[in-house]
């Protein structure tokens, strides 16, 4: 089946750095979702991309769908303390299925 | 955004017992709900998928019989964990879709139930 590979599994920062992490696919899909999960609590959506190649701003977030609708990219800006968590990117095809990355987890340094 | 609720948030049942988890779209008409099992530190892995008023949809290794789904409104769909076992214990979570038709459709998720088995 799909499988979406998404890297780094975790990261360590100081507040206020940028970040970047990407997912790929081995096959394409025609929506790229970007989540964020909290301990103990359900996926809330980012960002939702549709259409290759576009790219997508919310807040201090920017998603792309890559172009070979194959990856995806989400960079954080000027990173917060409430930015912790897991990061999921998640690929759809029409029948609705959300196939699931593994996350990327992200820690901030005192 | 929309809102999605599951109740209960937590249970702890004894080997051997039956569990329903409740999930709500609050304010929209979900025509498709899903349900999730998360385990720690893992990605989430969908379990099947319900429509309203028809028969859930099964992925490949997930006992039906096992996780009995009723999707019994636009706006309820309740998971079945029968004769729970400690190896059914984790993190479930499902989601609700709805949207304009021919558009792209979007899950909302619920905050998911931790369910620790005995």
């Not at chain 1, 190649?53 to 977030?61: D, F, H, I, M, V």
């Not at chain 1, 172009?67 to 990173?79: E, G, P, Y």
Request: hydrophobic share 35%; charged share 15%.
């Amino acid at each position: 089946g799909q499988q979406l590979n998404q890297s780094p599994q975790s990261m360590f920062i100081q507040e206020g750095e940028d970040v970047s992490m990407n997912c790929t696919s081995s096959s394409i899909f025609n929506t790229w979702l970007w989540y964020k999960q909290d301990p103990g609590e359900g996926p809330v959506l980012l960002i939702a991309l549709y259409k290759a190649g576009e790219l997508t701003s919310n807040g201090r977030l920017t998603a792309q769908f890559g172009i070979t609708r194959k990856d995806s990219f989400l960079n954080i800006s000027a990173s917060i303390p409430s930015d912790v968590g897991i990061y999921f990117c998640a690929g759809s095809n029409r029948d609705d299925k959300i196939i699931f990355g593994k996350g990327t987890r992200l820690h901030i340094l005192p | 955004g929309a809102v999605v609720s599951q109740h209960p948030s937590r249970v702890i049942c004894k080997s051997g017992t039956s569990v329903k988890i409740e999930c709500r779209s609050l304010d929209f008409q979900a025509t498709t709900m899903f349900w999730y099992r998360q385990f720690p530190k893992k990605s989430l892995m969908l379990m099947a998928t319900s429509n309203e008023g028809s028969k859930a949809t099964y992925e490949q290794g997930v006992e039906k019989d096992k996780f009995l789904i009723n999707h019994a409104s636009l706006t309820l769909s309740t998971l079945t964990v029968t004769s729970a076992h400690p190896e059914d214990s984790s993190f479930y979570i499902c989601s609700a879709a709805g949207g304009l038709a021919g558009g792209p459709v979007e899950q909302f998720f619920g905050p998911g139930t931790r369910l620790t088995v005995l």
